[in-house]
């Protein structure tokens, strides 16, 4: 069923299972996922899978993140992890998905398009039901900043969940780039949803000497070149598709709060480590956030707007 006006703010599953392939863009390999229901308070789990045997399961939560230096891994053993969830993760965050089981067959999430696009399609796809459980939120109380050189970020008191997402790049294509809103499943889906990962030519040998990037083709990765241009032909679908990218990045790590926070988060030339860090650095100070279940004004709005996108 679809979600109803008396359900709102309650927590939220798909109605069907939805299965995805495409090619892992790290390993090269192709891989399969599907999104299964589950049931209130399971949270957002995925388990690697080798035939029909689970070798591994991880709970999407801060504390089971490990390597952050070119994407999000959950697990700390590549025999066992699972990589590339960020894409995945922003979609599931957006749209108000709270439980959810993932099969995944490979090391790593299919890359699809480099964005989130093709995972908001196969979540409206099937749909989200609601369940009778209410959902929690986590209401920022004072700021929590960490810092890396210039690099920053930063948790806010603010009503609502918004993120502020600003990007400075030696590279005359990019240079310094902002991008500001409220997170709902619309400005998602229209602003955010179809930025794509991108990547300098000059990186390219070096992330293949070190086994990485093996996937990445001018299908899922807006490249560019020694001489500052974009290589692929249909050139970017948004002016700013940069900074846009990097915020969906931000969505799909703090979605590893494990539930919605209330609050603004803001970072300047930040990334997956840096998202990751802000976020333990939040969670590691028990005065700086409270676990409430009424969600703010601004937020119930974006949920009555998803109760129209999400409904099968």
């Known amino acids: 069923m679809g979600i109803g006006i008396g359900l709102l703010g309650f927590q939220t599953t798909i109605a069907n299972s ?7 863009v790290h390993s090269g390999a192709e891989v399969a ?8 308070d399971s949270g957002i789990v995925f388990q690697r899978m080798d035939g029909d045997r689970a070798i591994s399961e991880f709970r999407a939560v801060s504390s089971q993140v ?16 699972i990589a590339t969830i960020e894409h995945v993760m922003a979609a599931i965050y957006a749209l ?3 439980n959810l089981l993932i099969e995944v067959h490979g090391a790593e999430m299919p890359i699809m398009d480099g964005s989130s696009a093709p995972f908001i399609e196969a979540i409206e796809q099937t749909g989200l039901r609601a369940l009778a459980v209410k959902r929690r939120y986590i209401r920022i109380l004072k700021p929590v900043r960490i810092e890396s050189g210039s690099s920053w970020s930063e948790f806010t008191p603010y009503d609502g969940m918004r993120f502020e997402v600003a990007i400075d790049f030696d590279c005359p294509l ?9 997170l709902t ?19 390219v040998e070096r992330m293949w000497a070190a086994g990485r990037g093996l996937g990445s083709s ?20 948004y002016k700013d598709e940069f900074v846009r990218h990097k915020t969906l990045d931000a969505v799909g790590d703090l979605a590893l709060a494990g539930m919605p926070f209330i609050g603004c988060y803001r970072s300047y030339r930040g990334g997956h480590k840096m998202n990751a860090n802000a976020l333990k650095a939040l969670m590691s100070d028990p005065t700086a956030y409270e676990i409430v279940e009424t969600a703010t004004r601004r937020q119930r ?7 129209a996108v999400n409904a099968p």
Do not use: Y
Not at 174 to 182: A, L, M, N, S
Not at 229 to 236: A, H, K, R, S
Not at 301 to 307: D, H, T
């Open 185 to 203: 499943p619309s400005v998602f889906k229209t602003e955010l949803s179809r930025a794509r990962t991108f990547g300098f030519m000059r990186d």
């Open 301 to 307: 709005a974006a949920q009555r707007e998803g109760m």
């Open 18 to 24: 939805v299965t995805l392939s495409g090619t892992g």
């Open 218 to 237: 001018l299908e899922n990765s807006v490249v560019i070149s020694d001489d500052d241009t974009v290589i692929n032909v249909e050139g970017l679908r």
């Open 66 to 81: 490990g390597n952050t230096d070119l994407c999000t891994v959950l697990g700390f053993s590549p025999a066992t992890s």
């Open 174 to 182: 990019i240079g310094r780039q902002d991008w500001k809103g409220d």
């Open 33 to 40: 996922i599907t999104f299964h229901p589950a049931e209130a």
């Open 96 to 98: 108000s998905l709270d």
